[in-house]
């Protein structure tokens, strides 16, 4: 049965006069991987923000497994949802379990004290810690890596390591954000190959993703976002199918697309506001 892990329901964000989100209705449902894509500047990473609790939306509300969410990104993680970044932020300097380790922080109860008086429950807690972190290397294949420190790893194994980091969060919904930027072929194919194994671990995906080819093969289902306006959703073969997304991409116009209305009016301002000059400036002569 499916049931729904992450509900945003009306979400729009405004940045002054702009509307960068605008009434965005999204579900992901429990084992499901789903797609989000769109042009650049369609709002993908702004909604992102607002699901991760980075941004406060200025309308609508966002629930995780039937419980509307805190906008604090720490209160996001506990409740269960794990997010990577477009930007690789990995802790350049620490070695890689380090690097697994510190993504543990919000599911070990024990606290400050303990930890700097180092007492057998830290202790205790520690060594969990380790082997969860050290199963979830062997997962993404660093174990054997586990001493090195994060800067000297190739490229694809930072993004992996980074995955592993939002994993040892234990979370049930795990967002990536341009997964696959920088990637050659192989590595976007091993990452493929990452995330359908994340899904068989009953963890539900949500993808920010340029590259078509990945999102079309991987996606259970794919949303995309025109001007920040969710333009249609639906499987890999109906989305690819529609013109208005071939169209949007394109940046060619399409009746009906997100922001004509608004183009329209500013338009026909435009339109206006040029005729006056135009009348004016000929009164001007005539005199
Ligand atoms: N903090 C902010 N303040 C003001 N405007 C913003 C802010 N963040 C994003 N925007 C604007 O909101 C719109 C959507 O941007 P966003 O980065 O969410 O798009 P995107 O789909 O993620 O783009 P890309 O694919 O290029 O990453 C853009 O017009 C952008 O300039």
């Known amino acids: 049965m499916t049931t729904p892990v992450l509900e945003a ?7 002054g006069g702009l509307t960068a989100v605008r009434s965005v209705d999204f579900t992901v449902n429990s084992g499901e991987i789903v797609g989000l894509i769109g042009p650049n500047g369609a709002g993908k990473t702004t909604f992102f923000n607002c699901l991760t609790g980075l941004y406060v939306p200025t309308e609508g509300t966002v629930s995780y497994k039937g419980t509307v969410l805190p906008p604090k990104p720490h209160l996001v993680t506990q409740a269960g949802i794990a997010r990577t970044f477009q930007n690789i932020r990995l802790f350049a300097n620490m070695t890689v379990l380090e690097n697994v380790l510190i993504g543990r922080h ?4 024990e606290g400050l004290w303990s930890a700097l008086l180092r007492g057998p429950g830290f202790k205790k807690a520690e060594k969990a810690s380790e082997e969860r972190a050290m ?3 062997q997962f993404i294949g660093l174990a054997h890596k586990r001493d090195h ?6 490229y694809g194994e930072q993004r992996k390591l980074e995955i592993a980091r939002a994993l040892a969060s234990e979370p049930g919904l795990l967002l990536l954000d341009e997964p696959t930027a920088g990637m050659n072929p192989q590595e976007t194919r091993a990452t493929e190959e990452l995330v359908f194994a994340i899904r068989e671990q009953g963890i539900a995906v949500l993808v920010i993703e340029h590259d078509m080819r990945f999102i079309f093969n ?3 289902r794919v949303a995309v976002l025109v001007q920040g306006e969710k333009l249609i959703e639906g499987t890999s ?3 690819q199918a529609d013109e208005r997304v071939v169209a949007a991409y394109l940046g060619e116009p399409f009746e009906g697309a997100p922001g004509d209305a608004e ?3 500013v338009e026909a301002a435009e339109a206006e506001a040029a005729e006056a000059e135009a009348e004016h400036s000929t009164k001007g002569e005539a005199q």
């Open 149 to 154: 420190l994060a800067r000297n790893l190739p």
């Open 237 to 239: 073969d109906v989305v």
């Open 9 to 15: 329901r009306d979400v729009t964000m405004r940045f």
């Open 218 to 220: 991987l996606c259970d």
């Open 106 to 109: 919000t599911r070990t109860k």
């Open 263 to 265: 183009a329209a009016e």
């Open 135 to 137: 199963e979830l290397l």
